[in-house]
């Protein structure tokens, strides 16, 4: 699943912001579709003229797959230097990275940034224009390690409100926002709370975030994006090649279903590990396969509805 780090709501633009979009992949009635009606002020588009972008975009690709068929083929790893090693170990013992990268072997090292196969159509510019300034035009092998593999798990804005009886809010500016659990407590596990009878159980929702690593999928020869593509870009846009990365190993296409969630990626692995010269992070910069557009910000929300279903059952 892609996901983006959050940024605050008083930096969320009134008229959206501008996002890199990637041509002459998507499906050509997706792209029709999104152009006449995402962007800001699509209904003036020239569909006549989003249509032949299409086609010209879909022309390079063709011949990308000819003189580049083999770019994202094995791209190799490096090792974290020796300076990055505290900072790895901090990585390594994060409780989150150890319960939320079970399903396939792990790795950390060094990629490529520019043969990750990618499956996000859009960059929010905005959110990189942060993310840069953040950064600094030159910084440091830790402020990279630190912005790729985000150990201290800092909080994103949100807002949380009870809307009807039985019926709770959680919204953000970040689109990581997400149910992360379902458990079943004992009263002895709730403090404080001041019920109006004594405590059979208690049903709990845990919403949040997930561990926002810099993280990708090696499978099949290929090493695929799966996590935080905007400091992927960010870091690129600021001339940084290598990034630290956190590689989970799948060994079967079984596997995707867990590991990439329900992504591009799981839904028609083909496209990203079979065909010759996938998406990479690389064409976002691409002039004949990038387009602008302005689209309108958006929040992410979760709505937790509780409906008690009550009846009489035989005691067993």
């Known amino acids: 699943m892609q996901t983006s780090q959050a940024v605050s709501s008083d930096l969320v ?19 029709l579709n999104f152009m006449s009606s995402e962007p800001i002020g699509a209904q003036n588009s020239d569909l006549g003229l989003i249509a032949q972008e299409w086609r010209t ?49 792990v790795e950390l090292g060094m990629v490529e940034l520019d043969r990750l196969v990618v499956f996000q159509k859009s960059i ?28 201290d798990h800092p909080m994103v804005p949100h807002r949380i409100r009870r809307t009807a009886p039985n019926a709770f809010s959680f919204v953000s500016v970040s689109n990581d926002l997400r149910l992360l659990d379902l458990a079943l407590l004992s009263p002895d596990q709730i403090q404080r709370h001041r019920s109006s009878g004594p405590i059979a159980g208690v049903v709990a929702a ?44 799948v060994t079967r296409r079984e596997e995707l279903n867990v590991v990439a969630g329900g992504s591009a990626l799981a839904q ?5 590990l079979k065909e010759a ?24 929300q979760i709505r937790i509805v509780v409906i008690p279903e009550v009846s009489d059952i035989p005691w067993e």
């Open 124 to 151: 929010d510019l905005g959110f990189v224009r942060q993310l840069k300034a953040q950064l600094g035009p030159n910084p440091s092998e830790e402020a990279v390690f630190r912005l790729s593999m985000p150990f």
């Open 206 to 249: 845990f919403i949040g975030y997930g561990t926002n690593y810099l993280s990708a999928i090696s499978a099949e020869g290929r090493i695929v994006l799966n996590n935080a593509s905007h400091r992927a870009y960010a870091l690129r846009d600021i001339g940084v090649t290598h990034a630290p990365c956190l590689i989970q190993k």
């Open 268 to 272: 028609n692995p083909d496209v990203y």
């Open 57 to 105: 975009a879909n022309d390079h690709i063709k011949e990308l797959q000819a003189t580049e068929k083999t770019w994202a083929d094995n791209p190799p790893t490096m090792p974290m230097s020796v300076a990055l090693q505290p900072l790895v170990a901090k990585v390594l013992a994060d409780p989150y990275f150890q319960r939320g990268y079970y399903a396939a072997p």
């Open 277 to 300: 010269r996938p998406p990479v992070l690389k064409d976002y910069f691409d002039p004949k396969l990038r387009k602008v557009v302005r689209l309108a910000s958006k929040a992410r």
């Open 13 to 31: 633009h009134p008229l959206g912001d501008e996002h890199v979009f990637l041509m002459g992949r998507p499906p050509f009635e997706e792209y």
